[in-house]
């Protein structure tokens, strides 16, 4: 899906939706982030040597888990809320010119507890690993951002 498409899924919009595209591919979300260098968390982190901020890398993970839990959301009007990191690793870091790719699995479900891990990727290059949770919650008008 394109970045419109996912607007259509996430309650996220600019400067907050980060990821480019989606897909689920058998029982992962891949997704990617080209980073440009414009964007408002490395414009000051760090000036003359920018880097993607670890909690961005953490917010793609996110967004990207977010594309495999679809139809529960869409479906049951409900937004998706961490809950949870854990075991979160950052190997190598993201710089402006770098695509990102994401791939997510989610591994568990317990009521509206979702749990995942993620991996983000530039080329062979491990950035970060995470597992994540998340619990579906009644939108509450934020579903449909703002409109």
Do not use: W
Not at 81 to 102: A, I, N, Q
């Amino acid at each position: 899906m394109n970045r419109e498409e996912i607007k259509g899924l996430l309650p996220h919009r600019e400067p907050m939706l980060l990821l480019d595209d989606a897909e689920v591919v058998g029982d992962e979300a891949v997704g990617h982030v080209t980073v440009t260098g414009d964007e408002f968390f490395v414009r000051g982190h760090f000036p003359g040597d920018p880097v993607v901020p670890g909690v961005i890398l953490c917010e793609m993970l996110a967004q990207n888990c977010c594309v495999l839990l679809g139809e529960a959301m869409s479906g049951e009007g409900r937004v998706p809320l961490y809950t949870s990191l854990d075991k979160v690793r950052f190997r190598h870091p993201v710089r402006p010119g770098d695509t990102v790719e994401l791939r997510c699995r989610i591994t568990r479900e317990h009521g509206a507890f979702h749990f995942a891990h993620g991996e983000a990727l530039v080329g062979d290059m491990p950035c970060c690993s995470a597992d994540m949770s998340f619990a579906l919650v009644p939108a509450a008008g934020v579903a449909d951002g703002g409109r």
